[in-house]
């Protein structure tokens, strides 16, 4: 389009490029607002991360004194042991009551 305007006539160039500079800054502000828009509705999900990362490894640096991994490992790891010794116990259950019938 910038060239068929200038073929039309040679002294639009200045007049292209000021127009040009202005769209470029309105797609500028455009994109921006919609950054910014979507931050607002789904930044709240790189909070949760961030605030994870920063739990399990503050100031960049894993630090024991005030959090690692192993909190959240001994969080779930009772309830994790106690699901296998059920199950291990049903299996067990149900592999002898399967040797009784055989018999």
Same mark, same amino acid.
């Given at each position: ?5 200038? %073929?039309?006539?040679? *002294?639009?160039?200045?007049? !292209? +490029?000021?127009?040009?500079?202005? &769209?470029?800054?309105?797609?500028? #502000? ?19 991360? %961030?605030?994870?990362? *920063?739990?399990?490894?503050? !100031? +960049?640096?894993?630090?024991?004194? &005030?959090?690692?991994?192993?909190? #959240? ?28 019938? !055989?018999?």
């Amino acid at each position: 389009m910038r060239q068929e305007a200038l %073929e039309v006539e040679p *002294n639009f160039e200045q007049l !292209l +490029d000021k127009n040009a500079k202005f &769209i470029e800054d309105q797609l500028q #502000f455009v994109y921006q607002k919609v950054a910014q828009r979507v931050e607002e509705k789904e930044g709240y999900i790189l909070r949760d991360f %961030e605030r994870i990362e *920063n739990s399990l490894k503050p !100031l +960049d640096a894993p630090q024991e004194r &005030i959090w690692n991994i192993m909190y #959240f490992f001994k969080q779930i790891w009772s309830r994790i042991l106690q699901n296998v010794q059920k199950k291990s116990a049903i299996f067990i259950s149900k592999q002898a009551a399967n040797c009784q019938t !055989l018999k």
